[in-house]
C-alpha cells in the first residue's frame, strides 16, 4: 500500500486528527491579531509582508543547514514553490488585511470559512475527483454551522448581511486559500525537510510582496515605527499564523489530502469566538455549542469514506 493511499484507507488517526483541529485554532489567532491591527491603523499590504520576513528571520537559523544540503533540489522546483508561495503567503494574506479595512468580522469569516467548498469545487471542475454524496452532505452541514455562529442563530441575521468592496477583497484571499491547499498535494514537490521548503516558500512570498508594501508606503499609508502594537503584532503573526499555523496545516495536507485539510477552515470562526471571549469581551453564547457541534459533525461526515468503495478506490494522484 503506498503512503499516498495510506491515509485514504486507515483514516486520520490521533496525531491527523489533532493536526486537523489544531490548524484552525492557529488561523483563527490570525483574525483577532488582524482585528488589533486595524485598530491601531496598521497598512494592510506591509503587515503581510512584515509578517513573513519576520517569520523567516526566525526559521532562518534553523531550515540554513538543510537549504544548503538541498538547494540545487530546491532550485528545480522554484516552478512548483515559487505559485504556492505567491498564492499562499500573498494573494491568501495580504487581500485578507485590506479586506479588513472596509468590512466586518463577521463578513470576513463567513467568506474565508467557504473555503472548503472552494476546495471540493476547484478539484471536481479541475482535477475531475467526483465529489460523493456523502462529503457533499457533510460540507453543507458544516456551512450550516458556520452559519448558526455568524448569524448568531437568528435566521433573520442572514438576510441582513451586506457585501461589498472589502468581502471581494476577503473571496480572493479564500479563492487563493484553495488553490494553494490543492496545489500543495497536485504540484511535484521536492523531498526536502519541511523548515527548508516553509523557509523557501516564505521567501518567495517576502519577495511577492515587497512591491506592493513599497506602493503602499509611497501612497502614503506609512508604518507607525514608534508604535510598539506594531512590534508586537508582527511578532505575534510571524509565530502563531505563520510559522505554527502553515507547518501544521502542510503536513496534514500531506497526511489526509487537500480536501479533508480544507474541511479544517469551517471550525475557524469557532476558534475565532472563543478567542474573542478573553480577548476581545465577547462572551460565548448558546448558539456557539449549536454551531460547534453542526459543524463537528459535517466535518466527520465530509472527512469519512464508505467502506464498501474503499477496497476499489484508487489513490490520488
Known sequence: MSLAAAPARTGLGLSGAAMLFTAPALFASNMVAARWAHDASLPPVFLAFGRWLIALL???PLAAPALRSHRKALWRALPSLAPLAVLGMGVAVAPQYIGAQSTSATNIALIFSCSPILVALLEAAIWRKPLSALRGAGLMLALSGVLVVLARGDAQALAKLAFGQGDLWVLLAATGWAFYTVLQKRLSLPAVPDSARLATMMLGGVLALAPFAAIET????????????????LLFLAVVPSLGAYYVY??????????????????VPVYAALLAWPLLGETPQLFHAYGFVMILLGVKLASSRMRAAAPTAAAPA
Do not use: N
Not at 218 to 233: E, S
Not at 252 to 267: E, Q, V
Open 58 to 60: 526566525i526559521l532562518l
Open 218 to 233: 509611497a501612497a502614503g499609508a506609512t508604518p507607525p515605527w514608534g508604535d510598539p502594537r506594531l512590534a508586537a503584532v
Open 250 to 267: 502542510g503536513r496534514l495536507i500531506s497526511l489526509a489530502g487537500p480536501a479533508t485539510a480544507g474541511l479544517s477552515m469551517f471550525l
